[in-house]
């Protein structure tokens, strides 16, 4: 890390020693005017101006006029331009194929009233609703309805393709192998828990990338794709905030402060965010127990109530520092800190063959938990004269802790004089660091060839400690067997090289990655170490054609990884249940996946189309797989004994994958202020694969894991004025049903609501709406086994009825 450090400095040193050289350029341009009324010849100030390279779309720059109508555009690259001039209440101007191999000013551009437009004016600060880039899709955030007050897990939900279960889990396609980022970046809130997205204020967001098949310039990981959530930072001069508050029932509150501070040379941007929230929920497990002649020979009943209440506190804040026009400095500081006490009661009970009851059990368990999460980031980045050519460096650092401390009481109901008293603590830290160069080049001519070149860095330290134990007499007795102590380490050193070339319309690019990862696993109390070191190479392809401004086609290939994480890799179970167990597995290797994609993007007058047609195959599948241990819990009272088998569930590679399939979206805009977006997806997933382990009894079992099915998955968003200026929008949400060999998970669906108006001159505004209108957002499942079939429900968040109100000033 010094080496990088230093690479770092000695290279932010010689980009700003060779500063005024370059700015001497001649590649540069500046094109000036001056905008007025056509009737009155008035100047207009604030009419913006865009301004698109015709060789390369892609690179748009822009300004706006001053009080006097005067625009001035520095360092634009020496080139042919479409420009467009807006102004509201004013006829659009265009000035296509303006050549600049010189300065030049083009004098006075005169707007003329826009006469079907003089009985309204309004702004509508709302923007498109999907970008199509070469390698990714761009989702704004704008002004949906239904996520006010919410957090970043109802952002992603809200995405066409992205779903999120009662869980939390978000998949992306229907695969939870996605890699979520934080403005491009590996954070401290990127898949350690969906708690932490819920807990991610939704008035921080300001865009989401959904990247489906990423070039070689990303980080490798996840299968599926990657996720890079964009938060908002202030782009407006002087000063400027705006406060949020929320109230949901069942019980919440969060309040939220954004502030905002933009100087020539300086722009600060922070938020601080306190929610305090109840979550209920419950699930339950009906078991039914087989012998070797599939005879029942009894039943277990689980019914687990979760009642959960958080409080978490989020301050962000950071400093842009703009060395001169071309470079500028990033310092920004992102700190949480949470508390979480939480109730879970289990109530057992257990029948024999002929359902007659013959145990009922409590087992109550309460956990008091304590967060904290830091992060610093420091970000240079050197802007150069020639269009697109541009220098950033990142370095990162963040560290987290989380204790857990967990008091488990089991009580056999008609015999209070038997119970049990447990205690089990859970003390996780982590400390990540990232160090990246990024290096970007145009050339050639007309600079339609870009090189990109760039370093990453990723290093993580995990330590978990789990310490379990019984309390007897008021004195807590370790119970060496079940604790334990893991050490993860886990360095991934990348290098990726990548060209593009543009030709005309057709826009072509090809990469390659190479990443050298270490791992090693210690287990402490068995004094055993895993170690592994490999090398991997991960080539992209992507091909874009433009027929219009409107119409795009593109082609694209990629391979991806999912490497273990710490929990998965750590072989000590979790005991909240005795008979159901989590644990993971230190033998997992990575999965692979190669991954094709076929896009198009069609916009029309009130219509916008964008569909995908995909193909996927992964090998060395990493699946959650359920285990019947051959171990019992024997509980025995007065006359009756009860025998429960335990089952248990891990990860293995276990199979090979093939997926094919569609996803397609359609956004209807019949007038201003109405739209309507149907989403589809689907496709058919081929899974083969088995795998084997020895029970207690020494005895090899032999499981066959298949899934061949059709899934699909659709949402519906409908958004339009009612009378009063009160807006409306609503969300519909259908998941289809997952099958494998050994679990069914039916479909499951949500209904949303909401409403909004602006008030107090439209410096304010207010929301109400439902999540989940008849909280029918549920999972059901059933497993069969060869000794046992169990039926399971899971409610994580009941119905929510919120309201929220936001003032902006400045």
Do not use: C
Request: aromatic share 12%.
């Amino acid at each position: 890390m010094k080496n990088i450090l230093f690479l770092f400095l000695a290279l932010t040193t010689a980009i700003n020693a060779q500063q005024n050289q370059d700015s001497n350029s001649n590649n540069s341009v500046k094109l000036t005017g001056t905008i007025i009324d056509a009737n009155t010849q008035n100047p207009l100030e604030f009419a913006t101006l865009i301004i698109q390279d015709i060789n390369n779309p892609q690179y748009i720059s822009g300004g706006i006029s001053n009080k006097n109508g005067k625009f001035s555009i520095n360092d634009l690259p020496k080139g042919e331009y479409n420009i467009k001039i807006e102004y509201i209440s004013y006829k659009t101007y265009h000035l296509k194929n303006l050549k600049l191999q010189k300065s030049k000013n083009i004098g006075s551009i005169k707007l003329e009233l826009d006469v079907e437009e003089l009985n309204e004016v309004e702004l509508i600060a709302e923007k498109t609703t999907v970008e199509l880039r070469l390698d990714k899709k761009i989702y704004n955030v704008g002004k949906d309805l239904t996520l006010n007050g919410g957090s970043a897990s109802d952002v992603l939900n809200n995405i066409p393709s992205v779903s999120v279960d009662p869980e939390g889990s978000i998949s992306l396609r229907g695969n939870n192998n996605v890699k979520i980022l934080i403005n491009g970046k590996p954070s401290t809130l990127s898949g350690i828990s969906p708690e932490a997205l819920k807990q991610m204020p939704v008035s921080t967001i300001q865009k989401v990338e959904v990247i489906t098949n990423p070039s070689s310039k990303y980080s490798s990981s996840g299968t599926a794709g990657i996720l890079n959530i964009i938060l908002r930072k202030s782009k407006k001069s002087g000063f400027n905030g705006s406060i949020t508050t929320t109230i949901k029932d069942p019980e919440y509150y969060k309040v939220g402060l954004a502030l905002g501070l933009k100087k020539k040379l300086f722009n600060i941007f922070s938020n601080i965010t306190y929610t305090d929230r109840e979550r209920p929920g419950y699930s339950l497990f009906y078991n039914d127990f087989f012998d070797t002649n599939n005879t029942n020979i009894g039943f277990e009943n689980e019914y687990r109530s979760l009642d959960r209440n958080y409080k978490n506190i989020t301050v962000n804040a950071g400093i842009e520092l703009l060395l001169n026009k071309t470079s500028s400095i990033t310092n920004s500081v992102a700190y949480t800190k949470a508390s979480g006490l939480n109730y879970t009661g289990i109530d057992l009970n257990n029948f024999n063959a002929v359902s007659n009851t013959t145990i009922n059990r409590n087992r109550n368990t309460e956990e008091d938990s304590d967060e904290e999460n830091i992060r610093y980031s420091l970000n240079y980045k050197r802007k150069f004269n020639l269009k697109g050519h541009i220098l950033s460096a990142d370095y990162q650092f963040s560290r987290s802790y989380e204790l857990e401390d967990r008091a488990i009481n089991e009580v056999i109901l008609d015999n209070n004089n038997i119970g049990l008293f447990e205690k089990a603590i859970t003390d996780d830290h982590q400390i990540s660091q990232l160090a990246q160069i990024d290096y970007t080049l145009p050339f050639g001519k007309n600079y339609s060839s870009k090189l990109e070149i760039g370093y990453r860095g990723v290093f993580d330290d995990y330590k978990i400690d789990y310490t379990e134990g019984s309390i007897v007499n008021s004195q807590f007795f370790k119970n060496n067997t079940y604790s334990n102590n893991l050490v993860y380490r886990q360095d991934v050193n990348a290098g990726y090289l990548q060209f593009a070339q543009g030709f005309n319309k057709l826009t072509a690019s090809l990469g390659i990655r190479v990443e050298h990862t270490d791992v090693s696993v210690l287990l402490t109390n068995l004094n055993t170490k895993d170690a592994k070191s490999y090398i991997n190479w991960f080539p992209s392809m992507f091909l874009s054609y433009e027929f219009t401004n409107t119409e795009k086609i593109s082609l694209n290939y990629s391979k991806r990884i999912k490497r273990p994480t710490a929990g998965n890799l750590n072989p000590f179970p979790n005991r909240v249940s005795k008979t159901n167990l989590f644990y993971g597995n230190p033998n997992l290797d990575p999965m692979f996946t190669n991954s094709f994609e076929f896009n198009y993007l069609n916009k029309w007058d009130k219509i916008t189309f964008n569909g995908a047609l995909f193909y996927s195959k992964t090998e060395d599948v990493i699946h959650n797989v359920l285990i019947e241990t051959g171990e019992t819990i024997v509980i025995t009272n007065n006359n009756n004994t009860i025998s429960t088998p335990v089952i248990a569930k891990t990860k293995r590679n276990i199979a090979e994958e093939d997926r094919f399939g569609l996803d397609a979206t359609f956004t209807y805009v019949p007038i201003k202020k109405w739209r309507f977006s149907l989403n589809l997806f689907m496709y058919k997933q081929n899974l083969t694969g088995k795998y084997a382990y020895a029970d207690t009894n020494n005895q090899m079992v032999n499981v066959n894991f298949n899934a061949n099915q059709f899934r699909w998955t659709t949402s519906f968003s409908a958004k339009l004025p009612l009378p009063y200026d009160v807006n409306f929008q609503t969300n519909y949400y259908y998941i289809g049903a997952d099958n494998n060999s050994q679990t069914k998970t039916n479909a499951l669906d949500r209904l949303d609501f909401a409403f909004s108006k602006t008030i107090l001159k439209n410096k304010a505004s207010i929301s109400i709406g439902v999540t989940d209108i008849f909280n029918a957002y549920r999972r059901y499942s059933t497993t069969n086994l060869d000794s046992s079939t169990s039926y399971n429900e899971l409610q994580s968040d009941q119905r929510n009825l919120r309201a929220t109100l936001t003032y902006k000033f400045n």
